[in-house]
């Protein structure tokens, strides 16, 4: 049922927020075919029935949030792995990578959440948050009582400190701060007293609730280290702090980094002090120790989890079929429907130059990629259907949009997108005066060989593959494509110093909110990687040179986050995703259905939609 948050009366109190559309149906296999039918193992479909609202309960004075599920056990491990040599740090505020964010994260927690099988925003370390009839006031209260793992209170000081400190500052990774900027303004943040904290965004800014699930940092511990500079708080918490002192990465999650040893294994103990009880009011999580541990691909991935070594097991399209097959019957597949996140190819358009006057792409090739001609002809050659049938054999379906399938706010006009037309996409060419020679070769106006080159991260055998298929289709075109998989540091590196040409690349979504995009389309953007400007802590990014499109992009972000009726929000996105699909800065490929592996001895499993382990602290380890 649509609501709006203009339908509210005065004050609103979080928990019963509107203007935020439920998330899509469970297990959907829409645009899937028949690719998880077959025999072996049955893949459970994923329709969970919402629970009520949590609730706050009183203990030894302090006002706990209380779970909904059923009462477990205490002890164990959950064995986890990732594709990955590690992270980079263990600050969450400065990472620029999936696996730094998620460990990061497993330290700190925000004022609100999401409910998983709701889809609202609802508190977390706030115990309410109010909101003012002029859509722009945000009184949040904290819960009484809320310590950090060394047993320091955690109160607005810490709140009002992440948000003037950190994150407008831009410090670590901006992304932080472009999230939340309207009309290029950071909001006022100022604490009323030791427990409530207002925000004042400029205008009114429907994003702005989920945003206060930003996590909250230790100001006695990071204000020391903010006051160094942008240098020394993206050092912070690096991980040769964390491998020789993990002990004093003090947690307001639910964890405690125990210990780490480089681009092997990160643990995690249980924090005392963590604010989430179960029915009988004792604290949460049941779980002792949270492992995990880092493989190099996902060939090691896959085998990990056929060894009993991990409990969890997000099932590529080309091996589900085998992992059905397993004679070990100690796992559930659920079916959580498509992934929100997207997989695409991009081009860098990046014209400028560098700090030492040399230019980020070769000026020949910056010509190609700046032709909007030259990105469909590439989008409109690639076979996304051969993708889909012979290396998620099927386990998917071709994307085309910013939105993944997945979305609510998918532009269902683009969604089916276009065939493959190899003679279209030569017309394209032509239209911008390319050519070929009597071999097939293809040349720009000035008799350039069009060659350039591809990567992706090693290890992701599945990207590895497109990246095979894709130069085998460009190669259609008279292009020559030099595929080059490299270590995923290093490529992180080339897209942060602007040297790279081309990519294959992924980035995580939200299925419920398209401003999270924000850092990716805005002009002065930290992820805004097909045409990435300089972005300096403290300092405006200069962007008088977006082309007329990213002004686009800019605007329809700003009308976006400013409209508060999901069924205008619609149309607005719609509009976004029109630009990003005729001007092709992204290549998108394909989303996969997401599978997930889970043993039995993983006890108050519950996986929706939105989240698979939405409800981590009150599973336990039901032990042999």
Known sequence: ???????????????????????????????????????????????????????????????????????????????????????????????????????????????????????????????????????????????????????????????????????KAGLGNASHRDVVLVDGKFPEVKALDELTIEFKTAKPFAPFLRNLGEGIAPAHIFKPVVAKGDAAFSAFMGVSDAAKAPEKFVSGGMWLLESYVPRQKAVFKRNPNFFMVDAQNRRLPYMDRYSMSFVGDMNNQGLQFEQGKVDVYNVPGNLLSHVRQLKKPDFNLYNLGPASGTVFMTLNLNNRKNDQGKPFVDPIKSAWFRDVNFRQAINRTIKRQDIVDNILKGVGAPLFTSEALASIYLNQKLAKGFPADVDYARELLKKSGFTWDPKGILHDQQGHVVEFNLYTNSGNTEREAIGVNIKQDLAQLGMKVNFKPIDFNVLIGNLKDGSWEAMIMGLTGSQLEPHSGANVWRSDGSIHMFNQRKIEAGKPTDISDRLPWEKQLDDLIEQGSQTFDVQARHKIYDQLQQVVYDQAPFIYLYSPLNILAVRTRIQNVDPTPLEAFHNLEEVWIQEK
């Open 1 to 167: 049922m649509k609501r709006t948050l203009s339908a509210l009366s005065i004050v609103v109190v979080l928990g019963t927020m509107a203007g935020c559309a439920p998330p899509p149906p469970g297990g959907s296999t829409a645009g899937y075919g028949k690719s998880i039918e077959g025999s072996g193992k049955p893949i459970l479909s994923v329709k969970p029935t919402p629970r009520g609202p949590f609730q706050t309960v009183v203990v030894d004075g302090a006002e706990l949030m209380q779970v909904r599920g059923h009462v477990g056990q205490f002890g164990g491990t959950f064995y986890d792995n990732q594709i990955s040599d590690g992270p980079k740090t263990f600050n969450p505020w400065a990472s620029t990578d999936a696996t730094s964010s998620t460990l990061g994260g497993m330290l700190y927690a925000g004022l609100v959440t999401t409910d998983a099988y709701t889809g609202e925003p609802i508190p977390y370390l706030a115990k309410s948050v109010k909101i003012g009839d002029d859509k722009m006031t945000y009184t949040v209260t904290l819960r009484k009582g809320l310590k950090w793992s060394d047993g320091q209170p955690l109160t607005a000081k810490d709140v009002v400190f992440t948000w003037n400190e950190i994150v």
